[in-house]
């Protein structure tokens, strides 16, 4: 994959997206601040959200596949603490559930990069070769 790097670009679709989950953190956040005096260990979930908070809007502004699987994986490590957060035995259990089904869905969504890029790439080349090819075949005519 001769290349693909990570990268950013910020368009309008990444700026919808960003406002979006702007607003929808904003309003979890106060129920959150309603709910976690209940819960305990306040610090350590909003450290947890925040870092949650800055993967999504890394992968609303991914320039590439590549990149956004990349947001994907830091997702699926961001917020599985948040998962187990209480650290009881359903938590403990719930997270790695969680877990194994994230991991499980990041290994299906790798294949479906790799076969996009292979496929399209192969195409580009592909035609890259007819366009290279076409003025000798068309002088030849």
């Known amino acids: 994959m001769d290349g693909v790097v990570l990268g950013f670009k910020i368009d309008a679709?990444?700026?919808?997206?960003?406002?979006?989950?702007?607003?929808?953190?904003?309003?979890?956040?106060?129920?959150?601040?309603?709910?976690?005096?209940?819960?305990?260990?306040?610090?350590?979930?909003?450290?947890?959200?925040?870092?949650?908070?800055?993967?999504?809007?890394?992968?609303?502004?991914?320039?590439?596949?590549?990149?956004?699987?990349?947001?994907?994986?830091?997702?699926?490590?961001t917020s599985f603490p948040m998962v187990l957060h209480t650290c009881t035995h359903e938590s403990i259990m719930g997270a790695l559930k969680y877990l194994f089904y994230s991991m499980g869905g990041a290994y299906v969504a790798l294949f479906g990069v790799f076969a996009i890029y292979r496929y399209i790439w192969a195409a580009a080349n592909l035609s890259r070769v007819v366009l290279l090819m076409l003025p000798v075949f068309l002088t030849r005519i």
């Open 13 to 77: 679709l990444g700026r919808f997206f960003a406002t979006f989950i702007s607003i929808i953190w904003v309003l979890v956040l106060i129920y959150a601040f309603a709910y976690m005096p209940h819960d305990g260990d306040e610090e350590r979930f909003f450290g947890l959200y925040l870092l949650v908070y800055g993967t999504l809007n890394g992968m609303d502004f991914s320039a590439n596949l590549l990149t956004i699987y990349v947001f994907f994986e830091l997702l699926t490590l």
